[in-house]
């Protein structure tokens, strides 16, 4: 028997699964839909909840926020469960927390907000006044793909605020059993289910006992269980054995043998407490606190144990810090097995063969006189990731003082140790260094040049990348300084030994925008219609309809070899997994349906593939199992024989080696004359190339579909921005009727343009897969499939010739540019765009487009589709042309700025344009001119830390296609005057059904939204309409509302006529009906002509950056945008849209960088351990977004721009900074200046191109 309590409710399960985790049992709670996963790996935080429970350390009822998909449910044992729906809903009131992240704007798509909530309800709960630093610390290991992250720290800093009183959320909380704070004593009972048992000893004795009882290889021992996160694919074993109860593993003792004592069950965070108060830790022990911070998030932290770390490092060479952390810091462990105890260093820990034993505590010295310890970890973003390197070096002084001139004060080294991870599969520790080291003066020149080379060639020796090495000897370096102090020969060396800070974030006290009451509720800041559902559980996504009884839940095969033939496929191994009914394949499809999902006039794509794989990850067949988690875990089982048919294309070059191109697209040519002689005219001519990598959507929730047969054909619920497009696909593959696919949509947790074509392969294989079982299908995928399955923003690179006069005014630019299409030239939509001009006019344009083929996913449209890389290469020739000049890019930029009445290269007239003006407001409004100097000043004091700024300027040209439609309905209810409205837009946190809310009631003459509610998306209510994307959704949307309103209006006007001015609203719908009035209207919005643009967004984004030289890492100090967004309808809306992009754009340009291993294709950044979006300490430390001003845009809907896409565009005013910082580092060593810099900017291109080499170190 298992119990808890779940929000307030004592629960006792008699037969529990001890495979099963907490967020497996709680999405089977109907009451509990607040509970997301995305990554299911502790890696995303969607999954966080609160666990309330006694804690055997701190001896009180703690409550800590944990990841509910790495908590084993057996783990619940005595605690107290909470989530969201739990603190509060709409029924008994919200909570303080969801509400405050609410009204903050801080909620878009919403599928992060519970996590988000969880982690702050918990935090508050043991701290109801954290520090902003605590606060701003407490949220690295959730990510959000919407918002950019601003109102969400905002939100939750605002209860650091001491200007209100201090709120204690636990009584906030809305259930009252929820305030039971009496200690609930766990039974501490073993359970045995059929197919595995769980113990929960209270001895080590008898721990060691079971596990050789059972057999050693058969248990798997348990303390925070977060190691299945790491290692996901491990076999399930027969037993568990918890050391949760055991109280012997449980303690920490300050005062023992000169060190501090932890027992093995001690988690990081306790760990890291104990460090940060150990009476004998001093400058040591803060440093291994400060280091135990960077690994994972709170709630990882909050269960993992430092010892299950050490196991991980031991077994599996797993990169720990812990490990490298402590064996620097000379610690040691006691261990036990069934003979008895023995204690050894953690060097010969690694070497022990731990599966038959326990580990019982960890001793850290305390730190001796002179001591000096330091620790690094080089990571790709900031927090919630494994280092690429990580070191921890240890110095401790002999009493004995140099006796030669150059280190009379300085003492002898009389221990040194030198420990790195990440370079090989074990800790590296180079015993030749520390030996040559020991009892040497660090301050002797020679003594610094010899130990370096000494170093190199050890390291040398070792397996990892150049990159890894040069890190690994720019840290000792660091280190080496580190010791000095201020014994260095120059000031400017020091900036190598400090990191660099990161203050707490702020920026939107600055923000800037537009209301016009008089309007109101029309450009009012509103947030997010259903942000309060969103954030408290209340809001349904395609996983949280209930489950249909007799449903039954699919996971794809995919393959694991690119471009290879199928020579066997055997499904044994899968059908013979627990819960497994079938595996659907190409053969199920029906003879009259057909294996292609794409409809005219794109390129064929299989549901299944048909003999032959294009590319790793293409689904093979569909497992048909009684749960998600075993459809998953089985889909991982198959068989199959590939046969090569050669090395995979994986790259633009190759297939433009192997000329492997689709040539679908037309030139672009603008100008008179052959393009040579014009070229050849100019006064001056350069050429160059430019590469920009791949980006993935990303979106927190992952793809999903739930068909359901039903009598007139089937219901398909899937997480889609393009309903229409999956009735066609599902209808096509099954040979159904259109009309016999019922497609509803309510929501989505995110879309970013990923679920817009790819959504209809979803919508399809669930429809095929209920046909054949006849009974309701769901499909959510697992982040890895997900990943491997769909492509996404293709790799581009651009290969370009520049004419220009020797004042720089642009005369000609010749573009050729290849974009990586993948396996079908269906990944080419992008460069149907053209956005390559940015905000510059030139004479003369030819651009050629080729789209290559490869061995990879189609690629599709995402958020800026073709316009971030097209941006950023134009941006690039700029650069190129002041470089060649001597000039500053900041003088050539304005001066070739588009004027009203030129043309652009898509012979469209620049009827309006306001980039000088914006140019202009933001080289006052950020200081430009004046920051510019400071950075000049910080790089000429520092050596090691440079900084660069740069601004970028933005045309955005919203391109909407010939027949691009949206309908809209609006029914007024006579009774009480309520209005229902149902769009052909779909919600993905872009706000627009709050923007239609705004627009029918500002039109109908509503004070407010209050009577409005939005339906959900249907092929029946919205039949033809076109895919939600492209920015223009929310404004198309709100052009057909308008049109609705005014028709009703119009019908209105009698009834208005008759009740005189003061009548209410209700009463005028009421006394409608009497007078036989239809009260609903309908509407067909979009645009019919052929022109591709309707108008262009304006703006431009100052960016300053700084760099340590030595490492590569970053920090983005500060970002300032101006964007015209016409008369914005929602202003908090738009300056979220803003954000948000921008920050997306920040992770394509430095952090997402997608790995595929060159034999088989295989996607290696498939999972948030890879792939690395931007986390809360990624976005500018200073982040300010202002909207110009009286610029109501006459050819929008009401005067408003679209926002959804546009900013990301300025996002690479990061890159241009970085190029800065590093032309200032290389200039130190006289190497030449980085102009344009290839994509995706990560810490090791940042650190190759640094330059630095060891000849260069000095002290
Ligand atoms: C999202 C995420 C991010 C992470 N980031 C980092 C990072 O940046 N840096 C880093 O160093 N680590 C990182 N980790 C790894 C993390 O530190 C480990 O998962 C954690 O320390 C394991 O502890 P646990 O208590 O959860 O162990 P468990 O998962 O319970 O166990 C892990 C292994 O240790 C064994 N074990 C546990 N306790 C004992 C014991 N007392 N005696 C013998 N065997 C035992 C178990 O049987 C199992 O084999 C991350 C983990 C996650 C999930
Ligand atoms: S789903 Fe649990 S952390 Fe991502
Ligand atoms: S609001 Fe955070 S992921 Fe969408």
């Known amino acids: 028997m298992l119990q808890f309590k779940f929000n307030g409710l004592l629960h006792r399960i008699s037969n529990p699964d001890p495979h099963q985790t907490l967020y497996e049992w709680i999405r089977e709670q109907s009451s509990a839909k607040g509970t997301h ?49 739990g603190i509060g809903n709409s029924r008994l009131g919200f909570h303080v927390t969801q509400e405050r992240l609410a009204d903050s704007n801080g909620i878009q798509c919403g599928f992060c907000s519970p996590g988000f909530v969880m982690s702050a309800y918990s935090l508050l709960a043991e701290n109801p ?111 568990y054995v918890s050391l949760q109860f055991v109280s012997e593993l449980h303690f920490i003792e300050d005062d023992i043998s000169g060190g501090l004592t932890v027992g093995s069950a001690v988690t990081l965070n306790q760990l890291k407490s104990a460090l940060e108060t150990s009476k004998g830790g001093k400058e040591k022990f803060k440093q291994l606190a400060r280091h135990i911070e960077m690994i994972a998030g709170v709630p990882v932290r909050n269960r993992a144990t430092w010892a299950g770390g050490l196991v991980l490092a031991n077994k599996w060479g797993f990169t720990s810090d812990v490990l490298i952390i402590m064996l620097a810091a ?41 001591e000096r310890y330091c620790s690094f970890k080089i990571m790709p973003r900031h927090g919630n990731s494994l280092a690429h390197v990580n070191a921890a070096f240890n110095w401790i002084p002999s009493e004995t003082k140099s006796s030669c001139s150059a280190g009379e004060d300085f003492p002898l080294t009389s221990e040194i140790n030198l420990f790195y991870g990440g370079l090989s599969k074990h800790p590296f520790r180079p015993k030749r260094t520390e030996s040559y080291l020991k009892g040497k003066c660090f301050l002797r020149t020679e003594v610094f040049k010899n130990s370096l080379a000494c170093l190199e060639e050890e390291i040398s020796d070792q397996p990892g990348s150049a990159f890894k090495k040069r890190l690994a000897l720019s840290l000792f370096y660091k280190f080496y300084l580190f010791v000095l102090r201020d014994k260095v020969s120059s000031k400017r060396l020091l900036s190598a030994s400090q990191s660099i800070p990161r203050p707490i974030s702020h920026g939107s006290e600055y923000d800037k925008f537009e209301e016009h009451p008089s309007k109101f509720p029309l450009t009012k800041p509103m947030p997010n219609v259903s942000a309060k559902l969103q954030a408290s559980g209340g809001a349904e996504y395609v996983d949280d309809i209930p489950a249909y009884p007799n449903e039954v839940h699919g996971a794809f095969i995919i393959s694991t070899q690119a471009n290879a033939t199928i020579k066997k496929l055997d499904f044994s191994n899968v059908l013979s997994q627990p819960g497994v009914l079938r595996v659907v394949t190409k053969d199920d499809i029906p003879s009259n349906g057909v294996n292609n999902w794409r409809w005219d006039p794109w390129a064929p794509e299989p549901v299944f593939a048909d003999g032959e794989v294009g590319y790793a990850g293409q689904p093979l067949a569909l497992v048909i199992a009684d749960t998600q988690s075993r459809a998953d875990w089985a889909a991982r089982k198959a068989q199959v024989l590939y046969e090569s048919k050669g090395k995979p294309i994986l790259t633009i070059d190759e297939a433009i080696e192997k000329n492997e191109l689709f040539c679908n697209v037309p030139d672009v040519e603008f100008g008179e004359g052959n393009p040579e002689e014009v070229l050849g005219a100019s006064e001056c001519i350069l050429e160059g190339e430019v590469r920009a990598g791949e980006q993935r959507a990303f979106y927190m929730e992952t793809q999903r579909s739930l068909a359901i047969p039903v009598e007139d054909g089937l219901d398909v619920y899937c997480s889609t921005q393009s309903p229409t497009t999956c009735q066609k696909a599902a209808a096509k593959v099954l040979g159904l009727k259109n009309n016999s696919i019922n497609v509803f949509v309510r929501r989505l947790g995110g879309g970013f343009g990923g679920k817009d074509y790819y959504a209809s392969f979803m919508a399809a294989a669930s429809a095929l897969a209920a046909h054949v079982m006849e009974r309701p299908v769901r499909i959510v995928l697992d982040l890895e499939s997900d990943m491997q399955i769909f492509g996404g923003r293709p790799s581009s690179l651009l290969r ?26 269906n990944g080419n939509v992008g460069y149907m765009y053209w956005a390559f001009d940015n905000a510059y006019f030139c004479p003369y344009w030819r651009v050629k487009r080729f789209a290559c083929k490869t061995n990879t996913p189609s690629n599709t449209t995402i958020r800026g589709p073709s316009y971030v890389d097209g941006t950023y290469f134009m941006e690039c020739i700029i650069e190129t042309v002041a470089n060649y000049l001597g000039k500053s890019s900041d003088e050539i930029r304005p001066l070739n700025f588009y004027k009203k009445g030129q043309m652009t290269p898509a012979n469209l007239p620049v009827t309006y344009c306001s980039i000088e003006k914006i140019w202009k407001d933001l080289a006052q409004s950020s200081d430009y001119k004046k920051r510019k100097i400071e950075v000049q000043n910080f790089n000429e004091q520092n050596r090691w830390k440079k900084r660069g700024l740069s601004a970028v300027p933005l045309k955005y040209g919203i391109a909407i296609y010939p027949g691009w439609r949206f309908s809209v309905h609006v029914a007024v209810y006579a009774e009480d005057g309520s209005i229902a409205i149902t769009t052909g837009g779909i919600e993905m946190g872009q706000g627009l059904h709050i923007k239609v809310m705004q627009v029918a009631a500002s039109t109908l003459g509503l004070e407010d939204v209050s009577l409005i509610k939005i339906k959900p998306t249907s092929v029946m209510t919205a039949p033809n309409n076109s895919s939600t994307s492209a920015s223009l959704g929310s404004e198309i949307n709100c052009a057909a509302v308008l049109d609705c309103c005014r028709q009703l209006n119009q019908k209105l006007e009698v009834v208005r006529e008759k009740l005189g001015r003061d009548a209410t609203w209700p009463e005028i719908a009421k006394e409608a009906l009497k007078m036989d009035i239809d009260l609903s209207a309908k509407a067909w919005a979009g645009r019919s002509g052929d022109t591709i643009f309707c108008y262009f967004v304006y703006g431009a984004a100052c960016t300053e950056v700084e760099i340590d030289v030595l490492t590569g890492e970053r920090e983005i100090l500060r970002t300032d945008i101006i964007q015209d967004c016409g008369q914005s309808m929602n202003p908090y809306i738009d300056v979220g849209q803003v954000r948000g992009a921008f920050v997306m754009g920040l992770g394509y340009w430095l952090l997402e960088d997608i790995k595929r291993d060159p034999e088989t294709g295989q996607l290696l950044t498939k999972n948030t351990w890879g792939y690395h979006p931007p986390g809360p300490k990624d976005i500018p430390v200073d982040f ?48 030449s200046r980085v102009i344009s810099l290839h994509g995706p900017v990560t810490v090791e291109r940042v650190q190759e191109l640094a330059s630095v080499k060891t000849e260069q170190l000095f002290i």
């Not at 609160?50 to 057996?74: D, G």
């Not at 300025?1210 to 910082?1221: E, G, N, Y």
């Open 800 to 825: 370009y010739r520049v004419g220009f006069t020797r004042e720089g005014r642009l005369t000609c630019v010749l573009q050729t540019v290849y974009l990586d299409s993948g396996i079908t030239r």
């Open 37 to 85: 996963r995305m990554c299911g790996e502790g890696g995303c935080g969607a999954c966080v909840v609160a666990i309330r429970t006694h804690s055997q350390i701190e001896q009180r009822l703690c409550t800590k926020a944990v990841n509910s998909c790495l908590f084993p449910l057996m783990a619940a044992e005595g605690c107290h469960v909470i989530t969201t729906e």
């Open 1184 to 1231: 300010r977004v202002e909207f110009l001003r009286d610029a109501p845009n006459p050819l929008g809907v009401l005067g408003s721009k679209a926002t959804g896409e546009p900013s990301i565009c300025m996002s690479c005013s990061a890159v241009f900074a970085i190029a800065q910082a590093l032309s200032s580092a290389r200039a130190e060593v006289e190497e």
């Open 129 to 239: 006044r954290p520090s902003k630093q605590t606060t701003e610390d407490n949220f690295i290991g959730h990510l959000c793909r919407c918002t950019g992250y601003r109102p969400i720290l905002d939100a939750w800093k605002s209860f650091s605020d001491t200007s209100e009183g201090v709120i204690d959320v636990e009584d906030c909380q809305k259930l009252p059993c929820l305030n039971d704070k009496a200690e609930y004593l766990p039974s501490v009972a073993s359970v045995c289910t059929r197919n595995s048992v769980w113990y929960n000893p209270a001895t080590v004795d008898e721990c060691l006992h079971l596990m050789s009882k059972h057999g050693y290889a058969s248990v798997r021992l348990v303390a925070g269980n977060t190691g299945t996160g790491v290692y996901k694919d491990l076999p399930r074993p027969f037993s």
């Open 330 to 370: 000379g610690a040691h462990l006691v261990i036990r097995d069934e003979t008895g105890c023995q204690t050894c260093d953690l060097e010969s820990f690694l070497q022990l063969d731990v599966s038959k034993k326990i580990i019982i505590s960890m001793t850290i010295p305390y730190e001796k006189t002179g």
